[in-house]
T-cell receptor
Framework: NAGVTQTPKFQVLKTGQSMTLQCAQDMNHEYMSWYRQDPGMGLRLIHYSVGAGITDQGEVPNGYNVSRSTTEDFPLRLLSAAPSQTSVYFC???????????????FGQGTRLTVV | AQRVTQPEKLLSVFKGAPVELKCNYSYSGSPELFWYVQYSRQRLQLLLRHISRESIKGFTADLNKGETSFHLKKPFAQEEDSAMYYCALSTQGGSEKLVFGKGTKLTVNP
């Protein structure tokens, strides 16, 4: 039971480089999301998806791109990395049940990204 | 806009002492509230949700709409409770688009 798997666990990028953070879940969850965690800031929502082919912006979407071609995968793309994107990134998934609080968000183990 | 405030960045107690982690929220509607926990070198996981009115690992949390609070309490802290605790709010009714507080690092000393 893998749950939510993120790759890579660590990454160092140079300013201006692009890369993709991978996220996969095996729970057949409709809802997937990406958060970034910065010191003293808690987790902030970057992008989310309620199903294949449907994505939307969260609180801090600038500089990131997402797509959802399958239920299982939800990659996060950094188009042109900047030092301000140095952070820990978390992917999460849950069953999509608006109005039903008996759901639970399952998180990946995180990707620690440093942009130099 | 909705907001979750955890006023204590760090909280340190001794084993066996009561512990209370504070959480206040601002949202004009009826929110769903959660506590998530991250133990050292583990991933973030759900501790409890207010709708379930459950006690998990001895922790309870009561939603007080008048004070807009959802404090997490445990009568007798254990060393294994040491972790980072996040209060989170959902306006969607489920676990979508969670708004997190900044977290409280709890240390339980022997």
């Amino acid at each position: 039971n893998a749950g939510v798997t993120q790759t890579p666990k660590f990454q160092v990028l140079k300013t201006g480089q692009s890369m993709t953070l991978q996220c996969a879940q095996d729970m057949n969850h409709e809802y997937m999301s990406w958060y970034r965690q910065d010191p003293g800031m808690g987790l902030r929502l970057i992008h989310y998806s309620v199903g294949a082919g449907i994505t939307d912006q969260g609180e801090v979407p600038n500089g990131y791109n997402v797509s959802r071609s399958t239920t299982e995968d939800f990659p996060l793309r950094l188009l042109s990395a900047a030092p301000s994107q140095t952070s820990v990134y978390f992917c999460a998934s849950s069953s999509y049940s608006p109005g039903t609080a008996n759901t639970e968000a399952f998180f990946g183990q995180g990707t620690r990204l440093t942009v130099v | 806009a909705q907001r979750v405030t955890q006023p204590e960045k760090l909280l340190s107690v001794f084993k066996g002492a009561p512990v209370e982690l504070k959480c206040n929220y601002s949202y004009s509607g009826s929110p769903e509230l959660f506590w998530y926990v991250q133990y050292s070198r583990q991933r973030l996981q759900l501790l409890l949700r207010h709708i379930s009115r459950e006690s998990i690992k001895g922790f309870t949390a009561d939603l007080n709409k008048g004070e807009t609070s959802f404090h997490l309490k445990k009568p007798f802290a254990q060393e294994e409770d040491s972790a980072m605790y996040y209060c989170a709010l959902s306006t969607q009714g489920g676990s979508e688009k969670l708004v997190f507080g900044k977290g409280t690092k709890l240390t339980v000393n022997p």
